[in-house]
């Protein structure tokens, strides 16, 4: 990303200029975030694992720290119905919550990937949501 794509990303509101029309927020009364304008992107961070460096977990010896960023019209327009639409399939529903470890050991309310054929139609299917994602 180029400087200037940095400065656009929303990691913490601060007021800034923009000379590609954001939208500003000086509207709402009363706010601490008076006169702040949204960034173009949105940033998701999560961590996976265990950052304890003294015992390391044999059962997982790794600690990942990772972040998605999306401009946020592809966020709305692409990964959000995509997504949607593969927890619908699945779930019935989409409230559920799409975490690592639950889905690796099957757990609830992953416990019917315990079929290796099903579980990999269902990692393939994710997997293109992600693909699709990094182009975007």
């Known amino acids: 990303m180029s400087g200037n794509t940095l400065n656009r990303i929303t990691i913490a509101c601060r007021p800034t200029t923009n000379e590609k029309g954001g939208r500003r927020v000086s509207e ?10 949204y960034g173009d992107y949105i940033v998701f961070v999560d961590e996976s694992g265990d950052h304890n460096l003294e015992v390391v977990n ?3 010896p790794v600690f990942v720290l ?3 960023v999306f401009r946020k019209a592809d966020y709305v327009n692409i990964i959000c119905p995509r997504v949607q ?3 619908l399939g699945w779930f019935g ?3 559920c919550v799409l975490h690592e470890r639950e889905i690796r ?6 416990g019917f990937l ?5 579980k990999g139609d269902f990692l393939n299917q994710l997997t293109a949501i992600m693909l699709i994602s990094a182009e975007s």
């Open 85 to 87: 639409e593969f927890k």
């Open 58 to 60: 044999p059962e997982y």
């Open 105 to 110: 050991k099957d757990l609830p309310p992953f």
């Open 28 to 37: 709402i009364a009363g706010s601490e975030v008076q006169g702040v304008e």
């Open 93 to 95: 529903h989409d409230t």
């Open 66 to 68: 990772a972040f998605c």
């Open 114 to 118: 315990k079929s290796k054929a099903l």
